[in-house]
């Protein structure tokens, strides 16, 4: 993956354009950056071409300036697409990044083949009542974060993961967020219900782990009822399952991107 920064933007993204095929973008978790895809992206590579990017405040997009905001991914990411002639693409969100895929959805739906969210909930059609019941759990965390990041990322790897593997993978990337960012996930409210829920014209998965928590599996369940889209539980998998079973689920997100490609 090559490295490049999106100028005028606190932005550095990352490109493998060696495919003759469509693009997938890949997005990732809250306090994480791109590398949580590493195994996506050595599966993937030579199939799709491939972007990914580190959201503001994380990995190396840190060098924000006044006025950067996280309400403005959705432009900077439409920014990378004019910039490298990409009409159109494949978007996987996994947790926070599901929210980043869903907000450029709304805003260029002619530029999204397909969206596929992990450990994420509807954007559109958010009930804030299911959120209140771990507020206080995620006040707790970040808390705790602001007076030692080691231990926040000790707790948080609990949360994010399941497999032991995964848990120490996700510990090693959370450790290196820094305590500043936060002030910018406060900016997530305003992409929620923003926008009136509507008919797709392109497909949707939405799916987790079998060991995220129950209110996830419960919004999961209720999602793909209300749209009649894909969904998969992934067995042996927490929060972030493509760090979980990598393997389950580079097969099943392939066998989605190509049921999408025989539209």
Avoid at 26 to 44: G, L, P, T, W
Avoid at 184 to 194: C, D, E, H, P
């Amino acid at each position: 993956m090559k490295s490049l920064i999106l100028e005028n933007s606190p932005i550095t993204y990352y490109i493998d354009d060696t495919a003759n095929n469509d693009w997938i973008v890949f997005i990732h978790a809250a306090f994480v950056d791109h590398r949580m895809f590493e195994k996506q992206f050595a599966y993937f590579s030579g199939k799709y071409n491939l972007l990914a990017v580190d959201l503001l405040g994380h990995g190396n997009s840190i060098n924000a300036k006044k006025g950067d905001n996280i309400s403005k991914m959705s432009n900077w990411i439409n920014q990378i697409f004019e910039k490298h002639n990409i009409a159109i693409a494949h978007f996987v969100g996994v947790s926070l990044g599901s929210v980043f895929a869903q907000d450029f959805a709304n805003k260029y739906e002619n530029k999204v083949l397909s969206l596929a969210c992990f450990g994420g909930y509807d954007i559109n059609n958010f009930d804030v009542k299911k959120q209140s019941a771990n507020s206080k759990e995620q006040i707790k965390m970040m808390f705790k974060a602001m007076f030692s990041i080691k231990g926040f990322a000790e707790d948080n790897k609990k949360i994010s993961a399941y497999t032991s593997e995964a848990q120490e993978e996700f510990y090693n990337l959370n450790l290196q967020f820094k305590k500043k960012s936060f002030k910018y996930l406060a900016g997530l409210q305003k992409l929620v219900n923003k926008y009136p829920s509507k008919q797709r014209r392109y497909k949707l998965l939405v799916g987790c782990g079998e060991h995220d928590i129950p209110m996830e599996i419960e919004i999961v369940n209720e999602w793909a009822a209300n749209e009649n889209c894909d969904k998969v539980i992934l067995q042996g998998a927490g929060h972030c399952a493509n760090m979980d079973t990598p393997n389950e689920f580079n097969i099943c997100l392939e066998e989605f991107l190509q049921k999408c490609n025989k539209k």
